[in-house]
């Protein structure tokens, strides 16, 4: 089965950048165990973080396979940084920011910014982390 974090491409400049959205939804399920209401406290559904990170690889993955036109695969080698500094509730966005770094024959360097946008808020986009990345082909 394959899962995909990410909604929508925003932005692409081959070879250089790519932006992505995700839109996270109560309709999801992962959310509905993370975290559960118990005897003391109601339910926070709550994005996990590792999801967050796989929507970055998703992102700076296809950035990185679209250099060579997707003829070869692209692995995560590496999660060099990963600093989440926002909890993730349904009705928020988030968006990923992917760099390519460096990238040759072995493989890619990635760098990216993560971003949230609150449902009851203005629109803008508010500065949520970073995840820097390495791949390997």
């Not at 005897?39 to 996990?48: K, L």
């Not at 990170?53 to 396979?65: D, H, K, N, P, Y």
């Not at 349904?90 to 949230?116: K, L, N």
């Amino acid at each position: 089965m394959r899962w995909m974090w990410i909604d929508q491409i925003v932005d692409f400049a081959a070879g250089e950048r790519m932006s992505a959205v995700k839109n996270v939804s109560l309709a999801e399920e992962h959310l509905h165990d993370h975290f559960p209401a118990d005897d003391r406290f109601p339910a926070v559904p709550v994005m996990p973080a590792s999801l967050m990170i796989e929507g970055m690889a998703q992102t700076a993955g296809i950035l990185v396979g679209a250099v060579n036109a997707f003829q070869e695969k692209v692995v995560l080698a590496k999660i060099v940084v990963a600093e989440l500094n926002e909890d993730v509730t349904p009705g928020m966005s988030i968006r990923y920011d992917a760099v390519i770094d460096r990238i040759d024959e072995a493989g890619a360097a990635t760098s990216g910014t993560v971003s949230v946008r609150h449902a009851d808020g203005d629109g803008s986009w508010t500065p949520a982390g970073r995840v820097d990345l390495m791949f390997s082909h």
